[in-house]
Structure formats: C-alpha cells, structure tokens
C-alpha cells in the first residue's frame, strides 16, 4: 500500500493554517501586526496611520479592527499600563516644580496638586481595608405607626358621653 505524501489537488494549501497571511493575528487574539501597530500607537504615541504604516497594515485594516471588543481591550489595558507608568514620573515633576519654580503660583499650585493626588489615594485605598464589588442594599424599616388615640370622655356631666375624635 503507498502513502501519499501530495496534496489530492495541487497548488491548494491542505489547512486554513497553512494558509494564514504571515503576521495576521489569531482568531480574537491580538497578536502581529495587529499587537505591532497597537503597540505603536500606545507605547510610541504614533498616530493610527503611522502606526499601521510601520507595521505593514492598511489604515483601514486597522481603524475596523479597533471596533472589536477584543482589540479595544487589549488597546485598553495597554493604556492603563501606560497611565500607571508616567504616574511616578510626573509625581516627580512635580515635585521638582515645587521645589525650584521660580514661579510661586506654580509652586503652590504643584504642591496642591501632589496633596490632591495623596488625598484621593488614600479615599480609595485604606490601609486594611478591602474593596470588593458589588452592591450595597439598605433596608430600611418604615417608621412604627402609633396607636390610634383612646375616645375621649367628658366627665363633667353626669351620664358622660363619648366624643368621637
């Protein structure tokens, strides 16, 4: 019995993976060109058109693959990442403004800024303390209803007679 190792019908790729475009990302992964151009963008601070340039993608290739929920969670985690970067380092800038600004304006406004920063800190994150999410349910009881009032009696009459509130 022979094995055949030829494709039945020659010039066809045998699998879709063997098909797959050199640098195209995976089914709802960002990986690639993809991941180049993002990166680019976040981490280099290109525009969207040189960032698909530099990574060898359409700009419209690009701009539709930002409309999918997986790509803008990778383009969004990416950010926070470089939010929580430059966090320290302006923290020092400040720093530095408020320690040689000729400016006092700038050297008051910069050391409220950093007391700021420290005060909101400090509201989101007690030390000990967890946060968790979730909802907060308050139940509150109505208040209790009084007895209904007692008739009243004259007494000044013999023969009293009720009154009726």
Known sequence: METRTEPLIPNVPATRQKAAIPGRSRRNAVTGKLKTALDAMVWEGLKRNDAATAAGLAESSLRFALRKPHVLAYFRAETAALRENLRARNLHRLDGIADDSKNDQARVKAIQVIEQIADVADQHQRPG?????????????????????APMITIDQPGATILQP
């Open 129 to 149: 303390e967890t946060q968790s999410p979730g909802v907060v349910i308050v139940i509150q009881q109505p208040a209790a209803v009084p007895p209904p009032v």
